[in-house]
């Protein structure tokens, strides 16, 4: 990846990333996947993109993203991961909710919603190809997973600061002015977060019915006080 000016501003640093790419509108998605460049080994694809209408933000696994979504709706101040609302229409039942948080107050006028942790264990090989406008993160043999964080920037705010060890993977204009700015950062799990992923994805294999040929699986797992997104492979 070719680092460029890309900068934007968040907890005192700087972030740079890939260029050629300029802000999307609203209801535009940003596409991407992890990927490992020695074994072409990939996770699944993600898409992120706001609302059309309403200052809302939406995250979702493509396969999965007729079914399960994870969304900020502005107006409760909330985030939630749930049945979309089509799927549940379909199955005739109740919409349900597998995690609600609340929003955290924008500070300096940013704010971070749901990190995405792909572990690079759970990169697995795939006959598709990927689209030339899905983003490929590549993962370093140094790191053992990649964050996807996300950062809401409040109408107005232009201060650039810095974040080290990160690119920029694009920006996503938001119906009330703002923007949502989503970058990687590779990293090094611990072996006590090793052990938790790794029990995990244990569970999941005992109880989540596979809904995909390539066995991957999307869940929520709790760390402190935050809820994070993983991106695993059950098989």
Same mark, same amino acid.
């Given at each position: ?12 640093? %700087?972030?740079? #990333?890939?260029? #050629? $790419? ?6 535009? !998605?940003?596409?991407?996947?992890? &990927? ?9 694809? =993600? $898409?992120?993109?706001? #609302?059309?209408?309403?200052?809302? %933000? ?5 396969? /999965? ?10 107006? =409760?101040?909330? =985030? ?17 909710? +597998?995690?609600?948080? @609340? ?6 006028? =940013? ?9 690079? @264990? ?22 053992? @997973?990649?964050? %996807? $964080? *996300?950062? *809401? ?6 201060? *650039?600061? !810095? ?6 993977? #694009? &920006? ?18 611990? /072996? ?8 995990? $994805? ?13 066995g991957r699986f &999307?869940?929520? *797992? ?5 809820? +994070? ?7």
């Amino acid at each position: 990846m070719r680092e460029t000016s890309l900068v934007f501003a968040y907890d005192q640093q %700087v972030i740079s #990333g890939t260029d #050629g $790419r300029p802000p999307l509108p609203p209801g535009k !998605a940003l596409k991407f996947l992890a &990927v490992e460049p020695s074994t072409r080994n990939w996770s699944s694809t =993600w $898409r992120i993109w706001t #609302g059309k209408k309403v200052d809302d %933000v939406y995250i979702c696994e493509a396969k /999965s993203g007729g079914q399960w979504k994870t969304s900020l709706h502005n107006d =409760w101040g909330k =985030w939630r991961v749930a049945m979309t609302k089509e799927a549940s229409d379909a199955k005739g039942i109740q919409r349900p909710v +597998l995690s609600e948080q @609340a929003r955290r107050m924008p500070v300096g006028g =940013w704010s971070e919603g749901t990190t995405l942790l792909i572990s690079c @264990a759970d990169l697995r090989p795939s006959s598709e190809s990927i689209p030339n406008d899905v983003i490929r993160i590549p993962t370093s043999p140094t790191h053992s @997973a990649v964050g %996807v $964080r *996300l950062l *809401l920037q409040e109408p107005g705010i232009s201060t *650039l600061k !810095a974040i080290q060890e990160a690119f920029a993977l #694009g &920006v996503v204009k938001r119906h009330n002015g703002g923007a949502a700015y989503v970058f990687a950062e590779r990293t090094a799990l611990d /072996s006590e977060q090793h052990e938790s992923l790794a029990a995990f $994805r244990a569970d999941a294999r005992t109880s989540v019915p596979l809904e995909h040929q390539d066995g991957r699986f &999307v869940g929520v *797992l709790a760390v402190d006080e935050h809820r +994070l997104l993983v991106d695993l492979a059950l098989n």
